[in-house]
Structure formats: C-alpha cells, structure tokens
C-alpha cells in the first residue's frame, strides 16, 4: 500500500465555505487535501437549464438534505 501525500491541512467538505478556504490556502503555498462526499454536478441537472428552474430549486437544490434526497445525503432530523 502506498503512502498519501502529506498535507498541511485537511478540509471536509467542498461547499462554498470548504472550496473557498482550499483555494485560499493552496494560493499562499499551503498543500491542501479536501474531502467531499458528494458527487460532481452535471450542469444539465442545475435549475435554470429547465422551464421549471424554481420548483427544481426548491426540491433537488434545497439545503436540507431531507428534502433534497442526493445519494451522497444523511437524513438528519428536524
């Protein structure tokens, strides 16, 4: 089995806050590993690709993972 890289700093989580901080620290030389458990986001499936971009938005783009129902989600309670 082969060793990692070694890396400075580990981020879970690639939202907008986990993305933000990796660029920010990879760009003043820190060497970054992030971890996300979702998957990547075919542009076809984004809400304003359909007639119907605000009932997508509210369904498959909800913050909650409940409503939103993604492979990659934990239920959570309410």
């Given amino acids: 089995m082969s060793r990692a890289p070694a890396a400075d700093v580990l981020v879970i989580g690639a939202g907008a806050a986990g993305a933000a901080i990796c660029k920010r620290l990879s760009d003043k030389g820190a060497r970054v590993t992030c971890l996300e458990q979702g998957d990547w986001v075919d542009r076809a499936r984004m809400p304003k690709a359909h007639v119907d971009w605000e009932v997508?938005?509210?369904?498959?783009?909800?913050?909650?993972?409940?409503?939103?129902?993604w492979s990659a989600d934990y239920p959570v309670s309410s």
């Fill in 56 to 69: 997508r938005g509210r369904r498959f783009w909800a913050a909650n993972p409940n409503v939103r129902r």
